[in-house]
Structures are given as C-alpha cells and as structure tokens.
C-alpha cells in the first residue's frame, strides 16, 4: 500500500521548524499582503535556492534540457550557500533546493541539506533520480530531509524517454526502490517519498497505471498538470503557448490546465502574491520572484553581492509589488510581463 501520512504527522512536520520570529514572518506578510505594502517589513519564510542549472536529462520543454543560452551555467558553492543560510535561517520555514537543475549533481547537496536542517529550516529537494547509489540513498534519508520529490513521468520505457530524453526508466524505479529499501531500516526517519508523475498527451494512458504501481510499492503519488515550454509561459498568453506545444497537451480534460476550444487557461488569474511570500535564488546569486523565471536579465538584485535582504525590498522587488497591486511604477519588472500576459497557465 502507498505511504499513509496522517493529518499529526503533517502538522508537526510544518510546526517542527516554527518558531515566534517565523510565526511573525507568517503573519506579518499575510497583513502587508492585504495591504498591498510596496516596502515590507519581515523576510520570505520560504524560498527556493538553486544549487545548480545543470542536468543529466534533455527534457524537450526545459531549458536546460534545451540547453537554453539565456543563464550561464554552474553551481553554487557550499560557501556562498552557507551565506545565505546563515542571512535567513532565522526566518525560514521551509529551503527547496532545486529549480532549473537536477540538484544530486551538486557534490555539496548532502552537505548543504544537513546545514540547513542544522540551522532549524525544513529542506526538501526535487530529483529526476537517474543517479543515486546506496550510500547516497542513506546519505539523503539521514540529512534531515521532509521530502524528495521523484520525477517520473512514464511506467514504460517508451512513454519515459518520450519526454525524459537521456534517462532511463529502469534505473529511476530502481532507485526509488532503494531508497523505500532503506527508509524501512531507518526507523528514526521521517522523510516522505513524493512520486511527481506530471500527464502529457504521449501518457495519459497511464496514469491509473502509475498509481497502481505507486500503492504497490508503497509510495506517495501526486498526478500534475504539465507546463508547457517552461522558458515562455510567463511571457506569451495560453493561446501562443497552445498552438506551439500542442503536442504535448493532454486530451483527457481531468488533466489538461487548458480550455483547448477557447485556447486559454482554466484557471484565470489576475493576481500574484509571491511577491510578498517566497523569493529564488539562482546559483550565481540571481534573486528572482519566482521559479517561472529561467533568463538571468531579469534578475532583482544579487544575494551573493548585497545580502538578499537590501534585495528584499530594492527597488525592483517594490516595483513588482506596485505592479501586483496595479500602482504605477516607473520601473517594469518581469512581473509586468507576466501579469501583461496572464501570468501562468496552471
């Protein structure tokens, strides 16, 4: 049967890192976001860093998998990481540490999991898992890690290499079934197995399938929307984004975020808080607004040069917030652009 997680176990998995000055973050920015405060006063409780913008995959829609020669590559060091740690711990609930990277390819990732659980902060990664061995297997499941999220969009080899160009289907469950293995010998440990099975066109068909897998192996399963080319989707409307990536759309309307007759989003918006509730710092110190953002040109400032608060409420991240609230602003952000065109489609 898949893994059960009780309502208990997920309050204390989002209390155990609470602290007053967090709860105050919490609350203070649900004020200011009702306000619509420009300049605010507390830090994002949580944020996504990036430890790197390299991968193992060619996934067709990312650009990394591209290849894309909008973001220089790398990864951050352990160094400039603990500075960032040692900034926000105080005030983070919650580290994701990936965003356009596969992040076990960064020899540090053990490393900087432990440094910031050690810091009071809950972390989790997101991982195509076509590389793990067991000693890394152990190595993550006793870091202190709340979740691994498993990338896995297929249960055969032809729909997986269909989008996850360069993997390897076997290997990816493989691996998941190690780290299941090795979980069961660490009583102590609390770290949740998600298995992200995002529904394109090419394996729709599978999806009760992979869900009947998943309980037979014992491992939580969410079923995604797809995105669509994830380099654009903020700066073209969902009828661009359609007519270019129809392909890879699903029919089955339960898992498809568009209107395909109308060609637009289900789910319109005309807001966004992420402004005023979480932050992305890329590896060379690029702070963005969000993990929609892929080119290094729109970035808000650098956490690296400055330390991440005087970004926090600079002038880019207080344009945004002005833009969000539809207030002037002499200066036009990425956030301009989204909101122009939408924002995103799911």
């Known amino acids: 049967m898949a893994e059960k997680i009780s309502l208990m176990d997920r309050i204390r998995e989002e209390t155990r890192v609470l602290t007053l000055r967090k709860l105050y973050n919490v609350l203070m920015s649900s004020v200011q976001l009702a306000l619509k405060s420009s300049r605010v006063y507390y830090l994002p409780t949580r944020i996504s860093i990036e430890t790197g913008n390299i991968c193992n995959l060619k996934c067709p829609l990312c650009p990394t998998g591209r290849k894309d020669p909008g973001a220089q590559r ?3 060091s352990f160094e400039d990481y ?3 740690i040692d900034e926000l711990c105080r005030d983070l609930l919650l580290v994701r540490l990936y965003n356009w990277g596969e992040p076990l390819l960064n020899r540090d990732i053990i490393r900087m999991i432990r440094y ?11 991982t195509n898992l076509n590389i793990l061995d067991q000693a890394t297997a152990r190595d993550l499941l006793t870091s202190g890690l709340q979740k691994i999220f498993i990338s896995c969009d ?3 080899d032809q729909t997986y290499d269909a989008y996850h160009i360069g993997g390897d289907y076997n290997t990816v469950m493989q691996n998941i079934q190690l780290l ?10 609390n770290t949740r197995l998600i298995w992200l099975f995002h529904v394109f066109h090419h394996n729709e068909h599978e999806v009760e399938k992979a869900l009947a897998i998943a309980r037979e192996m014992g491992i939580e399963i969410r079923i995604n929307k797809m995105r669509t080319d994830m380099a654009m989707e903020i700066f073209e409307t969902a009828e661009k984004s359609i007519d270019r990536d129809r392909q890879w759309i699903p029919e089955d309307p339960r898992y498809c975020a568009f209107d395909m007759d109308k060609k637009e989003a289900k789910q319109k918006k005309n807001f966004c808080s992420l402004p005023w509730k979480e932050t992305v710092i890329n590896w060379d110190g690029s702070v963005l607004p969000c993990c929609s953002v892929y080119e290094e040109k729109y970035s808000f400032g650098n956490a690296f040069e400055k ?10 991240y207080r ?3 002005r833009e969000m609230a539809g207030r002037n602003s002499s200066l036009k952000t990425v956030c301009h652009i989204c909101r122009s065109t939408g924002f995103t489609h799911f």
Do not use: Y
């Open 307 to 316: 330390g991440f608060a005087k970004t926090w409420n600079g002038e880019a």
């Open 154 to 156: 297929g249960v055969s």
């Open 180 to 189: 299941i293995e090795e979980k069961r010998n660490l009583p102590e440990c």
């Open 74 to 76: 790398g990864f951050m």
């Open 319 to 321: 344009a945004a917030r």
């Open 116 to 126: 910031a659980h050690g810091k009071g902060t809950g972390v989790t990664i997101s």
């Open 82 to 84: 603990q500075k960032i």
